[in-house]
T-cell receptor, first 114, second 115 residues
Framework: DVKVTQSSRYLVKRTGEKVFLECVQD?????MFWYRQDPGLGLRLIYF???????EKGDIPEGYSVSREKKERFSLILESASTNQTSMYLC?????????????FGPGTRLTVL | AQKVTQAQTEISVVEKEDVTLDCVYE???????LFWYKQPPSGELVFLIR??????QNEISGRYSWNFQKSTSSFNFTITASQVVDSAVYFC????????????FGQGTELSVKP
């Protein structure tokens, strides 16, 4: 079974804080993704990575950065959290060529920025 | 442009009814992939099915079945004899080699199955 885990299910932070969201997959997948999900806007891709130390911007990268130092771990960083970053964050991973294989999702982190 | 449309925002049925969730997609790619995911109240997106553009065979898995029709750009999902545990938001999604690796999601259909 594919297992994608995220460090927290719920997180509450204050405006201006630096926030780290961690994602770990145990299936040796090449690709990892960060999405955010908002009511009425659906799921939108923030960043993805197709290899260690490689990253690609998605549709809404502004205000975020990512880090992939090891194959199994993909971190999303909010450099200075703002209230409009309150959202559900979902991490996913997939094997093979990005855009062809199934993406498997973690349980999500519901982030509230006060 | 790549787009997935799930016109049904909410559907409510009574247990044991059959229900079909519609999905219409737009793409210029000749090779593409279609997916269905289930998101229960817990929030995790659960993978249900993946279909590539060259395989138009319908698929059945237990009470679930999928109807892929390239002629109408549709990939509909039917639940037979629905159960309360089927209550969730269901997403249809599209990906392809030219989409930068990302999944393009529809807006989701919230299915409520009442006892």
């Amino acid at each position: 079974d594919v297992k994608v885990t995220q460090s927290s299910r719920y997180l509450v932070k204050r405006t201006g804080e630096k926030v780290f969201l961690e994602c770990v997959q145990d299936m040796d997948h090449e690709n990892m993704f960060w999405y955010r999900q908002d009511p009425g806007l659906g799921l939108r891709l923030i960043y993805f990575s197709y290899d260690v130390k490689m990253k690609e911007k998605g549709d809404i990268p502004e205000g975020y950065s990512v880090s992939r130092e090891k194959k199994e771990r993909f971190s999303l960083i909010l450099e200075s959290a703002s209230t409009n970053q309150t959202s559900m964050y979902l991490c996913a991973s997939s094997p093979g060529l990005a855009g062809t294989d199934t993406q498997y999702f973690g349980p999500g982190t519901r982030l509230t920025v006060l | 442009a790549q787009k997935v449309t799930q016109a049904q925002t909410e559907i409510s049925v009574v247990e044991k009814e059959d229900v079909t969730l519609d999905c219409v997609y737009e793409t210029r790619d000749t090779t593409y992939y279609l997916f269905w995911y289930k998101q229960p109240p817990s929030g995790e997106l659960v993978f249900l099915i993946r279909r590539n553009s060259f395989d138009e065979q319908n698929e059945i898995s237990g009470r679930y079945s999928w109807n892929f029709q390239k002629s109408t750009s549709s990939f509909n999902f039917t639940i037979t004899a629905s159960q309360v545990v089927d209550s969730a938001v269901y997403f249809c999604a599209l990906s392809g080699l030219n989409q930068g690796g990302k999944l393009i999601f529809g807006q989701g259909t919230e299915l409520s199955v009442k006892p």
